[in-house]
C-alpha cells in the first residue's frame, strides 16, 4: 500500500551536515505517522525520531536532540530528517517508516524503506 525510499545519505566530515528524505507512494500518506530509524553494523536497529500525521507533534532520541530535525510535507509525500553537527557516532543506515502511530518501537511500523548510508569520518 505505502513504498518508502530513502535519499541523501554520503560520507561527510565531523560536524557536517545532510539532510535526508523519504518518499512514500500512493496517496495515503497524509494518514501515516512517520519514523526514522538507524542501523549500524553489529548493533540493533534504534530509534531516532518521529512525527505524527498532521506533523505537530515530534519526538527524539536523547543522542540527537537539537541537532537532527525531522519534517514532512504531505502535498509531497515526503519526510525529511535534517541532521546537523554530525559525530562519527551518527554513522549508521538509515531508514524510514510508516505506521498507525508515532512510535519509538520499530515494532509499532509496518512500512520500510531500503535504508540510505550515512557515514561521519573524524
Known amino acids: 500500500q505505502v513504498q518508502l525510499v530513502e535519499s541523501g545519505g554520503g560520507l561527510v566530515q565531523a560536524g557536517g551536515s545532510l539532510r535526508l528524505s523519504c518518499a512514500a507512494s500512493?496517496?495515503?500518506?497524509?494518514?501515516?505517522?512517520m519514523g526514522w530509524f538507524r542501523q549500524a553494523p553489529g548493533k540493533e536497529r534504534e530509534f531516532v525520531a518521529t512525527i505524527n500525521w498532521r506533523g505537530e507533534y515530534t519526538y527524539y532520541a536523547d543522542s540527537v536532540k537539537g541537532r537532527f530535525t525531522i519534517s514532512r510535507d504531505n502535498a509531497k509525500n515526503t519526510v525529511y530528517l535534517q541532521v546537523n553537527s554530525l559525530k562519527p557516532e551518527d554513522t549508521a543506515v538509515y531508514y524510514c517508516?510508516?505506521?498507525?502511530?508515532?512510535?519509538?518501537?520499530?515494532?509499532?511500523?509496518?512500512?520500510w524503506g531500503q535504508g540510505t548510508q550515512v557515514t561521519v569520518s573524524s
Open positions: 517508516a510508516a505506521g498507525t502511530r508515532a512510535s519509538i518501537y520499530p515494532t509499532a511500523y509496518l512500512h
Open positions: 500512493g496517496r495515503t500518506f497524509a494518514s501515516y505517522a
